[in-house]
Protein backbone atom coordinates (compact mmCIF):
# COMPACT_ATOMS: atom_id res chain seq x y z
CA UNK A 1 0.00 0.00 0.00
CA UNK A 2 2.97 2.13 -0.01
CA UNK A 3 1.97 2.67 -4.00
CA UNK A 4 -0.88 5.26 -2.77
CA UNK A 5 1.15 7.97 -1.32
CA UNK A 6 3.53 8.00 -4.75
CA UNK A 7 0.88 7.51 -7.01
CA UNK A 8 -0.75 10.73 -5.61
CA UNK A 9 2.89 12.45 -5.90
CA UNK A 10 3.35 11.90 -9.18
CA UNK A 11 0.22 13.10 -10.19
CA UNK A 12 0.44 16.29 -8.28
CA UNK A 13 4.23 16.31 -10.36
CA UNK A 14 2.53 16.04 -13.84
CA UNK A 15 -0.09 18.95 -12.62
CA UNK A 16 2.57 20.82 -11.51
CA UNK A 17 4.46 20.49 -14.94
CA UNK A 18 1.72 20.89 -17.16
CA UNK A 19 0.58 24.03 -14.74
CA UNK A 20 4.75 25.74 -16.00
CA UNK A 21 3.95 24.92 -19.49
CA UNK A 22 0.32 26.25 -19.95
CA UNK A 23 1.04 29.19 -21.38
CA UNK A 24 3.74 28.66 -23.59
CA UNK A 25 1.96 25.30 -24.74
CA UNK A 26 -1.31 27.98 -25.42
CA UNK A 27 0.35 30.32 -27.16
CA UNK A 28 2.79 27.62 -29.54
CA UNK A 29 -0.17 25.47 -30.32
CA UNK A 30 -2.86 28.49 -30.95
CA UNK A 31 -0.39 30.12 -33.19
CA UNK A 32 1.95 28.07 -34.23
CA UNK A 33 0.86 24.97 -34.73
CA UNK A 34 -2.91 25.30 -35.25
CA UNK A 35 -1.77 27.76 -38.17
CA UNK A 36 0.41 24.72 -39.68
CA UNK A 37 -2.26 22.41 -39.40
CA UNK A 38 -4.75 25.12 -40.98
CA UNK A 39 -2.07 25.68 -43.68
CA UNK A 40 -1.41 21.50 -44.32
CA UNK A 41 -5.17 21.33 -44.45
CA UNK A 42 -5.50 24.17 -47.32
CA UNK A 43 -2.54 22.86 -49.25
CA UNK A 44 -4.18 19.52 -49.79
CA UNK A 45 -7.71 21.17 -51.17
CA UNK A 46 -8.68 22.90 -54.52
CA UNK A 47 -8.90 26.57 -53.93
CA UNK A 48 -12.09 27.58 -55.42
CA UNK A 49 -13.30 29.37 -52.30
CA UNK A 50 -16.70 27.11 -51.46
CA UNK A 51 -16.01 24.30 -52.91
CA UNK A 52 -12.68 22.97 -50.84
CA UNK A 53 -12.62 19.25 -52.11
CA UNK A 54 -9.89 17.06 -51.70
CA UNK A 55 -7.30 17.63 -54.28
CA UNK A 56 -4.25 15.58 -52.63
CA UNK A 57 -0.98 16.23 -53.75
CA UNK A 58 -2.20 18.71 -56.72
CA UNK A 59 -1.90 22.03 -54.83
CA UNK A 60 1.77 20.28 -54.75
CA UNK A 61 2.36 19.40 -58.27
CA UNK A 62 1.33 22.74 -59.12
CA UNK A 63 3.44 24.74 -57.27
CA UNK A 64 6.56 22.94 -57.76
CA UNK A 65 5.95 23.19 -61.58
CA UNK A 66 5.03 26.44 -61.58
CA UNK A 67 7.65 29.14 -63.58
CA UNK A 68 7.56 31.30 -60.31
CA UNK A 69 8.25 29.03 -57.82
CA UNK A 70 11.02 27.61 -60.34
CA UNK A 71 12.38 31.13 -60.24
CA UNK A 72 12.35 31.56 -56.64
CA UNK A 73 13.69 28.11 -55.26
CA UNK A 74 16.84 29.18 -58.29
CA UNK A 75 17.03 32.76 -56.99
CA UNK A 76 17.49 31.41 -53.50
CA UNK A 77 20.04 28.70 -54.10
CA UNK A 78 22.20 31.33 -55.93
CA UNK A 79 21.56 33.70 -52.91
CA UNK A 80 22.42 31.20 -50.46
CA UNK A 81 25.46 29.89 -52.26
CA UNK A 82 26.84 33.62 -52.86
CA UNK A 83 25.95 34.53 -49.24
CA UNK A 84 26.57 31.55 -46.95
CA UNK A 85 30.08 30.47 -47.31
CA UNK A 86 31.38 34.07 -47.46
CA UNK A 87 29.88 34.93 -44.23
CA UNK A 88 31.21 31.90 -42.35
CA UNK A 89 34.43 32.70 -43.96
CA UNK A 90 34.24 36.42 -42.86
CA UNK A 91 33.39 35.81 -39.56
CA UNK A 92 36.11 33.62 -38.88
CA UNK A 93 38.96 34.88 -40.39
CA UNK A 94 37.63 38.41 -38.00
CA UNK A 95 37.47 36.21 -35.13
CA UNK A 96 41.13 35.28 -35.47
CA UNK A 97 41.93 39.07 -35.79
CA UNK A 98 39.90 40.10 -32.67
CA UNK A 99 41.57 37.47 -30.92
CA UNK A 100 44.72 39.00 -29.61
CA UNK A 101 46.18 41.21 -27.39
CA UNK A 102 44.69 44.19 -29.24
CA UNK A 103 44.08 47.94 -28.03
CA UNK A 104 41.04 48.88 -29.18
CA UNK A 105 39.21 45.76 -28.78
CA UNK A 106 36.23 46.36 -26.98
CA UNK A 107 35.43 48.82 -30.18
CA UNK A 108 36.19 46.89 -33.35
CA UNK A 109 34.56 43.65 -31.89
CA UNK A 110 31.36 46.33 -31.00
CA UNK A 111 31.84 48.14 -34.55
CA UNK A 112 31.57 44.89 -36.34
CA UNK A 113 28.40 43.58 -34.46
CA UNK A 114 26.55 46.79 -34.67
CA UNK A 115 24.79 45.49 -38.31
CA UNK A 116 23.61 42.68 -36.35
CA UNK A 117 21.20 44.93 -33.71
CA UNK A 118 19.96 47.39 -36.31
CA UNK A 119 16.79 47.13 -38.23
CA UNK A 120 17.64 45.55 -41.53
CA UNK A 121 14.27 46.82 -42.78
CA UNK A 122 15.42 50.21 -42.09
CA UNK A 123 18.97 50.02 -43.01
CA UNK A 124 18.57 48.00 -46.40
CA UNK A 125 16.85 51.66 -47.64
CA UNK A 126 20.39 53.34 -47.03
CA UNK A 127 22.28 50.28 -49.21
CA UNK A 128 19.33 51.16 -51.51
CA UNK A 129 20.71 54.32 -51.90
CA UNK A 130 24.60 53.67 -52.09
CA UNK A 131 24.02 50.60 -54.42
CA UNK A 132 21.78 52.33 -56.74
CA UNK A 133 23.27 53.25 -60.45
CA UNK A 134 24.87 56.92 -61.06
CA UNK A 135 24.30 58.24 -57.89
CA UNK A 136 24.92 55.46 -55.25
CA UNK A 137 28.33 55.45 -53.76
CA UNK A 138 29.41 52.38 -53.49
CA UNK A 139 28.21 51.40 -57.27
CA UNK A 140 30.37 54.60 -57.76
CA UNK A 141 34.13 53.52 -56.07
CA UNK A 142 33.46 50.04 -57.78
CA UNK A 143 33.35 52.21 -61.31
CA UNK A 144 36.39 53.73 -60.26
CA UNK A 145 38.18 50.77 -58.67
CA UNK A 146 37.34 49.52 -62.17
CA UNK A 147 34.86 46.46 -60.66
CA UNK A 148 32.45 45.71 -63.59
CA UNK A 149 29.13 47.21 -61.22
CA UNK A 150 26.51 46.98 -63.80
CA UNK A 151 23.66 48.92 -63.26
CA UNK A 152 23.52 48.47 -59.21
CA UNK A 153 21.18 46.92 -57.25
CA UNK A 154 18.71 47.60 -60.93
CA UNK A 155 20.72 45.00 -62.62
CA UNK A 156 19.00 41.56 -63.28
CA UNK A 157 22.51 39.78 -63.33
CA UNK A 158 23.67 41.50 -60.25
CA UNK A 159 21.01 41.83 -58.10
CA UNK A 160 20.95 38.83 -56.19
CA UNK A 161 25.23 39.36 -55.28
CA UNK A 162 24.55 42.72 -53.91
CA UNK A 163 21.92 41.06 -51.95
CA UNK A 164 24.29 39.19 -50.82
CA UNK A 165 26.81 41.63 -49.78
CA UNK A 166 24.07 43.09 -47.58
CA UNK A 167 23.57 39.57 -46.03
CA UNK A 168 27.73 39.34 -45.66
CA UNK A 169 27.45 42.97 -43.45
CA UNK A 170 24.21 41.71 -41.51
CA UNK A 171 25.74 39.00 -40.21
CA UNK A 172 29.31 38.40 -39.86
CA UNK A 173 29.68 40.26 -36.73
CA UNK A 174 27.09 37.98 -34.94
CA UNK A 175 29.03 34.95 -36.17
CA UNK A 176 32.39 35.88 -35.47
CA UNK A 177 31.51 36.81 -31.38
CA UNK A 178 30.16 32.88 -31.66
CA UNK A 179 33.67 31.83 -33.53
CA UNK A 180 35.13 34.01 -30.62
CA UNK A 181 33.35 31.90 -28.02
CA UNK A 182 34.91 28.82 -30.26
CA UNK A 183 38.31 29.79 -30.03
CA UNK A 184 37.89 30.34 -25.91
CA UNK A 185 37.14 27.21 -25.34
CA UNK A 186 40.80 25.84 -26.92
CA UNK A 187 43.05 25.18 -24.52
CA UNK A 188 45.94 27.52 -24.53
CA UNK A 189 48.57 24.07 -24.18
CA UNK A 190 48.02 22.74 -27.59
CA UNK A 191 48.68 25.97 -29.31
CA UNK A 192 52.31 26.04 -27.12
CA UNK A 193 53.41 22.42 -27.72
CA UNK A 194 53.18 22.71 -31.33
CA UNK A 195 54.61 26.19 -31.59
CA UNK A 196 57.60 23.65 -29.14
CA UNK A 197 57.26 20.98 -32.01
CA UNK A 198 58.12 24.06 -34.76
CA UNK A 199 54.54 24.13 -36.05
CA UNK A 200 54.27 27.25 -38.56
CA UNK A 201 50.85 29.83 -38.03
CA UNK A 202 49.14 27.71 -41.21
CA UNK A 203 50.28 24.55 -39.57
CA UNK A 204 48.43 25.49 -36.15
CA UNK A 205 45.47 26.81 -37.60
CA UNK A 206 45.00 23.77 -39.84
CA UNK A 207 45.74 20.92 -37.27
CA UNK A 208 44.47 22.33 -34.50
CA UNK A 209 42.27 25.73 -34.68
CA UNK A 210 40.04 24.33 -37.45
CA UNK A 211 39.25 20.98 -36.41
CA UNK A 212 38.95 21.96 -33.15
CA UNK A 213 36.11 24.68 -34.09
CA UNK A 214 34.08 21.82 -35.82
CA UNK A 215 30.89 22.62 -33.53
CA UNK A 216 31.51 25.93 -34.07
CA UNK A 217 31.69 26.13 -37.98
CA UNK A 218 28.93 23.15 -37.75
CA UNK A 219 26.14 25.49 -35.36
CA UNK A 220 27.11 28.91 -37.74
CA UNK A 221 26.99 27.61 -40.81
CA UNK A 222 23.44 26.04 -39.81
CA UNK A 223 22.36 29.17 -38.82
CA UNK A 224 23.67 30.88 -42.10
CA UNK A 225 22.32 28.88 -44.31
CA UNK A 226 18.34 28.73 -42.55
CA UNK A 227 18.51 32.76 -41.96
CA UNK A 228 19.83 33.19 -46.24
CA UNK A 229 17.04 30.56 -46.79
CA UNK A 230 14.56 32.90 -45.10
CA UNK A 231 15.72 36.38 -46.83
CA UNK A 232 12.96 39.01 -47.27
CA UNK A 233 13.44 42.14 -45.22
CA UNK A 234 16.24 43.77 -47.53
CA UNK A 235 14.73 41.74 -50.53
CA UNK A 236 11.64 43.63 -49.89
CA UNK A 237 13.25 47.66 -49.30
CA UNK A 238 15.98 47.43 -51.79
CA UNK A 239 14.54 45.31 -54.96
CA UNK A 240 11.01 43.97 -54.48
CA UNK A 241 11.76 40.84 -56.03
CA UNK A 242 13.07 43.06 -59.25
CA UNK A 243 14.00 43.70 -61.78
CA UNK A 244 11.82 41.09 -63.59
CA UNK A 245 11.42 38.53 -60.51
CA UNK A 246 15.37 38.29 -61.07
CA UNK A 247 15.89 39.05 -56.96
CA UNK A 248 12.28 36.99 -55.62
CA UNK A 249 13.56 34.30 -53.34
CA UNK A 250 10.75 31.86 -51.75
CA UNK A 251 9.87 33.95 -48.77
CA UNK A 252 9.03 36.59 -50.90
CA UNK A 253 7.16 34.69 -52.78
CA UNK A 254 5.22 33.50 -50.23
CA UNK A 255 4.23 37.24 -48.65
CA UNK A 256 3.31 38.13 -52.83
CA UNK A 257 0.99 35.38 -53.27
CA UNK A 258 -0.45 35.40 -49.57
CA UNK A 259 -0.58 39.59 -48.84
CA UNK A 260 -0.34 40.72 -52.95
CA UNK A 261 -2.27 38.16 -54.92
CA UNK A 262 -4.07 36.68 -52.48
CA UNK A 263 -3.52 33.16 -53.60
CA UNK A 264 -4.00 31.72 -49.97
CA UNK A 265 -3.69 28.19 -51.51
CA UNK A 266 -0.45 28.43 -53.45
CA UNK A 267 1.46 30.50 -50.38
CA UNK A 268 -0.24 27.50 -47.89
CA UNK A 269 1.41 25.02 -49.98
CA UNK A 270 4.38 27.16 -50.39
CA UNK A 271 4.80 27.44 -47.02
CA UNK A 272 4.68 23.51 -46.36
CA UNK A 273 7.21 23.39 -49.04
CA UNK A 274 9.55 25.88 -47.79
CA UNK A 275 9.21 24.20 -44.15
CA UNK A 276 9.99 20.61 -45.25
CA UNK A 277 12.93 22.55 -47.86
CA UNK A 278 14.30 23.40 -44.17
CA UNK A 279 14.21 20.82 -42.13
CA UNK A 280 15.72 18.45 -44.53
CA UNK A 281 18.47 20.92 -44.96
CA UNK A 282 19.01 21.36 -41.51
CA UNK A 283 19.01 17.74 -41.16
CA UNK A 284 21.68 16.91 -43.68
CA UNK A 285 23.71 19.33 -42.39
CA UNK A 286 23.46 18.10 -38.58
CA UNK A 287 24.36 14.58 -40.43
CA UNK A 288 27.05 16.40 -42.65
CA UNK A 289 28.51 17.94 -39.34
CA UNK A 290 28.17 15.36 -36.68
CA UNK A 291 30.48 12.67 -38.88
CA UNK A 292 33.17 15.31 -38.92
CA UNK A 293 32.98 16.72 -35.52
CA UNK A 294 36.15 16.24 -33.45
CA UNK A 295 36.04 15.83 -29.71
CA UNK A 296 38.64 16.37 -27.37
CA UNK B 1 44.72 31.68 -27.22
CA UNK B 2 44.65 35.00 -26.47
CA UNK B 3 48.43 35.89 -26.97
CA UNK B 4 49.43 36.28 -30.19
CA UNK B 5 50.14 40.39 -29.76
CA UNK B 6 48.68 42.60 -32.82
CA UNK B 7 50.85 44.07 -35.49
CA UNK B 8 50.42 46.75 -37.60
CA UNK B 9 49.12 44.63 -40.26
CA UNK B 10 46.32 43.61 -37.96
CA UNK B 11 45.28 47.34 -36.76
CA UNK B 12 44.82 48.87 -40.59
CA UNK B 13 42.82 45.54 -41.42
CA UNK B 14 40.49 46.08 -38.41
CA UNK B 15 40.03 50.20 -38.71
CA UNK B 16 39.48 49.22 -42.78
CA UNK B 17 36.99 46.50 -41.77
CA UNK B 18 35.18 49.06 -39.14
CA UNK B 19 34.91 51.71 -41.64
CA UNK B 20 33.41 49.46 -44.21
CA UNK B 21 30.80 48.17 -41.95
CA UNK B 22 30.12 51.14 -40.55
CA UNK B 23 29.73 52.97 -43.76
CA UNK B 24 26.37 53.09 -44.10
CA UNK B 25 25.24 54.08 -40.98
CA UNK B 26 27.68 56.94 -41.30
CA UNK B 27 26.19 57.84 -44.61
CA UNK B 28 22.89 57.48 -43.79
CA UNK B 29 23.17 60.29 -40.99
CA UNK B 30 25.43 62.40 -43.11
CA UNK B 31 22.45 62.29 -45.78
CA UNK B 32 20.02 63.19 -42.94
CA UNK B 33 22.20 66.61 -42.46
CA UNK B 34 22.27 66.83 -46.34
CA UNK B 35 20.00 69.46 -48.52
CA UNK B 36 17.79 67.29 -51.02
CA UNK B 37 19.51 68.69 -54.13
CA UNK B 38 22.98 67.65 -53.13
CA UNK B 39 22.23 63.69 -51.99
CA UNK B 40 21.06 62.51 -55.20
CA UNK B 41 23.66 63.85 -57.82
CA UNK B 42 26.58 62.79 -60.46
CA UNK B 43 29.32 62.47 -59.46
CA UNK B 44 27.99 61.05 -55.35
CA UNK B 45 30.02 62.83 -52.29
CA UNK B 46 30.62 61.70 -49.21
CA UNK B 47 30.72 65.30 -47.78
CA UNK B 48 27.53 67.78 -48.03
CA UNK B 49 28.80 71.40 -48.57
CA UNK B 50 25.65 72.53 -46.55
CA UNK B 51 24.36 71.16 -43.18
CA UNK B 52 20.43 71.48 -42.53
CA UNK B 53 18.04 70.35 -39.64
CA UNK B 54 15.08 70.42 -42.43
CA UNK B 55 14.59 66.39 -43.15
CA UNK B 56 14.31 66.36 -39.08
CA UNK B 57 11.39 68.88 -39.56
CA UNK B 58 9.45 67.61 -42.51
CA UNK B 59 9.60 63.86 -41.06
CA UNK B 60 7.62 64.62 -38.24
CA UNK B 61 5.26 66.23 -40.03
CA UNK B 62 4.75 63.35 -42.43
CA UNK B 63 4.90 60.74 -40.46
CA UNK B 64 3.66 59.68 -36.89
CA UNK B 65 6.94 59.16 -35.76
CA UNK B 66 6.01 59.43 -31.71
CA UNK B 67 3.24 57.61 -31.85
CA UNK B 68 5.19 54.56 -34.18
CA UNK B 69 7.97 54.99 -31.31
CA UNK B 70 5.60 53.93 -28.62
CA UNK B 71 3.99 51.52 -30.60
CA UNK B 72 7.31 49.75 -31.16
CA UNK B 73 8.43 49.80 -27.25
CA UNK B 74 4.68 48.49 -26.36
CA UNK B 75 5.58 45.72 -29.24
CA UNK B 76 8.61 44.59 -28.56
CA UNK B 77 8.81 45.54 -24.14
CA UNK B 78 5.21 43.46 -24.43
CA UNK B 79 7.01 40.93 -26.11
CA UNK B 80 9.98 40.56 -24.25
CA UNK B 81 8.30 40.48 -20.72
CA UNK B 82 5.72 37.74 -21.67
CA UNK B 83 8.17 35.85 -23.72
CA UNK B 84 10.24 35.73 -20.44
CA UNK B 85 7.83 34.74 -18.10
CA UNK B 86 6.58 31.59 -20.33
CA UNK B 87 9.70 30.60 -21.40
CA UNK B 88 11.37 30.34 -18.01
CA UNK B 89 8.12 28.56 -16.79
CA UNK B 90 8.07 26.12 -19.34
CA UNK B 91 11.58 25.29 -19.34
CA UNK B 92 11.89 25.07 -15.59
CA UNK B 93 9.53 22.15 -15.86
CA UNK B 94 11.68 20.82 -18.91
CA UNK B 95 14.67 21.17 -16.75
CA UNK B 96 13.74 20.05 -13.15
CA UNK B 97 10.51 18.35 -13.40
CA UNK B 98 9.86 14.74 -14.33
CA UNK B 99 6.17 14.01 -16.11
CA UNK B 100 4.63 11.89 -18.72
CA UNK B 101 5.03 13.33 -21.64
CA UNK B 102 8.08 15.48 -21.06
CA UNK B 103 9.92 13.64 -24.35
CA UNK B 104 6.67 14.79 -26.74
CA UNK B 105 6.97 18.42 -25.12
CA UNK B 106 10.70 18.89 -25.89
CA UNK B 107 10.42 17.04 -29.36
CA UNK B 108 8.10 19.28 -30.08
CA UNK B 109 10.20 22.35 -28.91
CA UNK B 110 13.01 21.38 -30.93
CA UNK B 111 10.65 21.06 -34.44
CA UNK B 112 9.51 24.66 -33.55
CA UNK B 113 12.99 25.45 -33.58
CA UNK B 114 13.66 24.60 -37.37
CA UNK B 115 10.17 26.11 -38.68
CA UNK B 116 10.42 29.26 -40.56
CA UNK B 117 8.60 31.91 -39.03
CA UNK B 118 6.72 33.04 -42.09
CA UNK B 119 5.73 29.99 -43.08
CA UNK B 120 2.73 30.43 -40.67
CA UNK B 121 1.72 33.63 -42.33
CA UNK B 122 -1.14 33.03 -44.34
CA UNK B 123 -3.13 31.08 -42.13
CA UNK B 124 -1.88 32.97 -39.27
CA UNK B 125 -3.46 36.51 -40.52
CA UNK B 126 -7.23 34.79 -41.34
CA UNK B 127 -7.36 33.31 -38.15
CA UNK B 128 -6.11 37.25 -36.53
CA UNK B 129 -8.53 38.61 -38.80
CA UNK B 130 -11.35 36.26 -37.93
CA UNK B 131 -10.92 37.36 -34.21
CA UNK B 132 -10.56 40.93 -35.39
CA UNK B 133 -7.03 41.34 -33.80
CA UNK B 134 -5.48 43.05 -36.91
CA UNK B 135 -4.07 46.50 -35.95
CA UNK B 136 -4.43 45.62 -31.90
CA UNK B 137 -1.19 45.46 -29.25
CA UNK B 138 -2.68 42.22 -28.00
CA UNK B 139 -2.74 41.07 -32.02
CA UNK B 140 1.01 42.29 -32.36
CA UNK B 141 2.33 40.86 -29.01
CA UNK B 142 0.03 37.95 -28.01
CA UNK B 143 1.18 34.97 -30.76
CA UNK B 144 4.66 35.61 -29.81
CA UNK B 145 4.43 35.22 -26.23
CA UNK B 146 6.24 32.13 -26.02
CA UNK B 147 9.00 31.06 -28.21
CA UNK B 148 11.04 27.86 -28.45
CA UNK B 149 14.11 29.16 -29.05
CA UNK B 150 13.61 30.76 -25.41
CA UNK B 151 12.20 27.77 -24.30
CA UNK B 152 15.69 25.95 -25.16
CA UNK B 153 17.75 28.37 -24.72
CA UNK B 154 16.45 28.96 -20.91
CA UNK B 155 16.30 24.40 -20.44
CA UNK B 156 20.45 24.26 -21.62
CA UNK B 157 20.88 26.70 -18.65
CA UNK B 158 18.73 25.57 -15.92
CA UNK B 159 20.89 22.24 -16.59
CA UNK B 160 24.04 23.73 -15.21
CA UNK B 161 22.73 25.13 -12.32
CA UNK B 162 23.64 22.26 -9.35
CA UNK B 163 20.20 20.86 -8.16
CA UNK B 164 21.74 20.70 -4.38
CA UNK B 165 19.94 24.12 -4.01
CA UNK B 166 16.41 23.25 -5.05
CA UNK B 167 16.74 20.01 -3.50
CA UNK B 168 17.59 21.87 0.15
CA UNK B 169 14.55 24.10 -0.76
CA UNK B 170 12.13 20.50 -1.15
CA UNK B 171 13.04 19.66 2.49
CA UNK B 172 12.59 22.44 3.97
CA UNK B 173 8.83 22.18 2.22
CA UNK B 174 9.14 25.02 -0.86
CA UNK B 175 7.06 24.65 -3.45
CA UNK B 176 7.72 24.59 -7.19
CA UNK B 177 6.74 27.73 -8.08
CA UNK B 178 8.90 29.06 -5.37
CA UNK B 179 11.99 27.53 -6.26
CA UNK B 180 11.42 28.63 -9.47
CA UNK B 181 10.91 32.25 -8.93
CA UNK B 182 13.39 32.46 -5.96
CA UNK B 183 16.13 30.19 -6.94
CA UNK B 184 16.44 29.48 -10.33
CA UNK B 185 15.23 32.07 -11.98
CA UNK B 186 17.29 34.64 -10.08
CA UNK B 187 20.59 32.21 -10.13
CA UNK B 188 19.94 32.45 -14.22
CA UNK B 189 19.83 36.37 -14.14
CA UNK B 190 22.88 36.68 -16.90
CA UNK B 191 20.77 34.04 -19.14
CA UNK B 192 17.75 35.70 -18.78
CA UNK B 193 19.03 39.16 -19.36
CA UNK B 194 20.60 37.99 -22.79
CA UNK B 195 17.30 36.27 -23.43
CA UNK B 196 15.79 39.38 -23.04
CA UNK B 197 18.19 41.72 -25.16
CA UNK B 198 17.36 39.17 -27.97
CA UNK B 199 13.60 39.11 -27.80
CA UNK B 200 13.60 42.85 -27.16
CA UNK B 201 15.78 43.28 -30.57
CA UNK B 202 14.70 40.75 -32.87
CA UNK B 203 10.74 42.26 -32.10
CA UNK B 204 11.97 46.07 -32.45
CA UNK B 205 13.91 45.37 -35.86
CA UNK B 206 11.28 43.10 -36.97
CA UNK B 207 9.90 44.14 -40.50
CA UNK B 208 7.62 41.74 -41.55
CA UNK B 209 5.01 41.02 -38.40
CA UNK B 210 4.56 44.58 -38.45
CA UNK B 211 3.79 44.86 -41.76
CA UNK B 212 1.21 41.82 -42.16
CA UNK B 213 -0.96 42.26 -38.58
CA UNK B 214 -0.83 46.43 -38.69
CA UNK B 215 -2.78 48.67 -41.58
CA UNK B 216 -3.36 51.68 -40.28
CA UNK B 217 -0.39 53.79 -39.65
CA UNK B 218 -0.89 54.77 -35.87
CA UNK B 219 -0.58 50.88 -35.65
CA UNK B 220 2.78 50.80 -37.26
CA UNK B 221 6.09 50.13 -35.42
CA UNK B 222 8.89 52.18 -36.97
CA UNK B 223 10.56 49.85 -39.44
CA UNK B 224 7.08 49.14 -41.12
CA UNK B 225 6.21 52.63 -40.76
CA UNK B 226 9.23 53.96 -42.88
CA UNK B 227 9.41 50.82 -45.25
CA UNK B 228 5.90 52.00 -46.20
CA UNK B 229 6.67 55.15 -46.06
CA UNK B 230 9.19 54.73 -48.70
CA UNK B 231 7.05 53.09 -50.98
CA UNK B 232 5.10 56.30 -51.57
CA UNK B 233 8.38 58.70 -51.51
CA UNK B 234 10.92 56.65 -52.95
CA UNK B 235 12.76 59.87 -53.89
CA UNK B 236 13.07 61.98 -50.91
CA UNK B 237 16.39 60.26 -49.34
CA UNK B 238 17.02 62.98 -46.99
CA UNK B 239 13.77 62.25 -45.56
CA UNK B 240 13.91 58.96 -45.05
CA UNK B 241 17.09 58.76 -43.80
CA UNK B 242 15.99 61.39 -41.30
CA UNK B 243 13.41 58.67 -40.59
CA UNK B 244 15.83 55.72 -40.43
CA UNK B 245 18.12 57.55 -38.24
CA UNK B 246 15.55 58.56 -35.69
CA UNK B 247 14.60 54.75 -35.75
CA UNK B 248 17.90 53.20 -34.92
CA UNK B 249 19.14 55.59 -32.56
CA UNK B 250 17.68 54.16 -29.54
CA UNK B 251 18.53 50.90 -30.65
CA UNK B 252 22.52 52.25 -31.09
CA UNK B 253 22.54 53.88 -28.10
CA UNK B 254 21.08 50.88 -25.62
CA UNK B 255 23.56 48.53 -27.52
CA UNK B 256 26.55 51.06 -26.76
CA UNK B 257 24.87 51.05 -23.24
CA UNK B 258 24.65 47.35 -22.94
CA UNK B 259 27.15 46.04 -26.02
CA UNK B 260 29.60 44.37 -23.32
CA UNK B 261 27.07 42.36 -21.18
CA UNK B 262 25.37 41.18 -24.57
CA UNK B 263 28.31 40.49 -26.62
CA UNK B 264 29.53 38.46 -23.92
CA UNK B 265 26.27 36.92 -23.46
CA UNK B 266 26.66 35.59 -26.90
CA UNK B 267 29.77 34.31 -26.41
CA UNK B 268 29.22 32.65 -23.22
CA UNK B 269 25.73 31.23 -23.41
CA UNK B 270 25.08 30.80 -27.43
CA UNK B 271 26.71 27.72 -27.92
CA UNK B 272 28.55 24.99 -25.89
Redesign the interface.
Known sequence: MTSRPGRRGRAS??L???A??A???A??G???V???I??AG?SVRAARPGSGEWVGADNYVAVLNSEEFRNALGNTAVYVVLATPVTVACALG?AL??????AGR??????????A???????A???R??LSP????VT?WLHRLGIPAGNGIRDPDLGLAYLAVVHV?RN???YA??Y???????P?TY?ESAHLDGANAWQRFRHITWPLLG??TA?VSILAV?TA??A??HV??MTGGGPYSSTETL?YL??RK??EDLE?GY??TL??I??LM??AL?LAQNLYFSRRVVGY | MRETPAGPLVYAGLVVISALVLLPLGWTVLASLTPEAQIARFPPRVLPEDITFEHYREIRRQLPLARQFLNTLIFAGGVTLLSLLFDSMAAYALARLDFPGKRVVFGLVLALLMIPPQVTLVPLYEIMSGLDWINTYHGLILPRAASAFGIFFLRQFFLTIPRDLDDAARIDGASHLRIYARIVVPISAPAVLTLGLFHFMYNWNDLLWPLVFTTDPSMHTLPAGLALFMGKHVVQYGLLMAGAVLTLLPVVLAFVLVQRRFVEGIATTGIR
Open positions: RTTAYFLPSLVILFTWPLLASLLLNRKLTFFRAAVFVPVVSLGVTISWFLEIGLHWVGFVMLAGLNTIRYNTFVVQFDFVVLYGFFAAGWVLVFS
